[in-house]
């Protein structure tokens, strides 16, 4: 099966496997995820990722494509999560999404609520809740 990413209406609620345009965003709880957020303008579009998703479907380098895809054109890019734990287990799908998503910030952090926000100064500025 394929990795399956879907919109949501609810941009303050952004659950696995799903994405977001706002410009404020908070995703579910992380526990091995990660999140990648880019800002065109004043907007945003974040997308939360699992490793494994429904159905046992991995995170690959398809899916990857997907997530460039929905993305599409930005000012700014920043990922945010456990992305230790996707290095280590991923090294090849995470170089590709390097790779493929350009003007790539990364902050590695633990367990918790996430979200971002363009601040005052129009830059991406992510927060835990």
């Known amino acids: 099966m394929a990795y399956n ?3 949501t209406n609810d941009s303050q609620k952004i659950a696995e496997q799903e994405y977001a345009h706002d410009d404020t965003i908070k ?3 992380f526990t091995s995820c990660i999140g990648i957020i880019v800002r ?3 907007t945003l579009t ?7 998703g429904h159905e046992d ?6 899916a990857v494509d997907t997530v460039k ?3 599409g054109d930005y000012d700014e890019a920043l990922m945010i999560g456990h992305i230790d734990i996707w290095d280590d287990n991923l090294k090849e799908t995470m170089k590709y999404l390097r790779d493929q998503i350009k003007k790539l910030k990364e902050v590695q952090l633990e ?3 996430y979200g971002a926000k ?3 100064g129009g830059n991406i500025e992510w927060y835990s809740y």
Do not use: R
């Not at 479907?57 to 398809?62: A, E, G, H, I, M």
């Open 27 to 29: 995703f579910t709880k």
């Open 57 to 62: 479907s991995p995170f690959d380098k398809q």
């Open 5 to 7: 990413i879907k919109q």
């Open 69 to 71: 895809g929905i993305l």
């Open 118 to 120: 363009v601040n005052d």
């Open 46 to 52: 974040a997308v939360h990722l699992v490793i494994v």
């Open 111 to 113: 367990d918790g609520n």
């Open 40 to 42: 065109t303008s004043w």
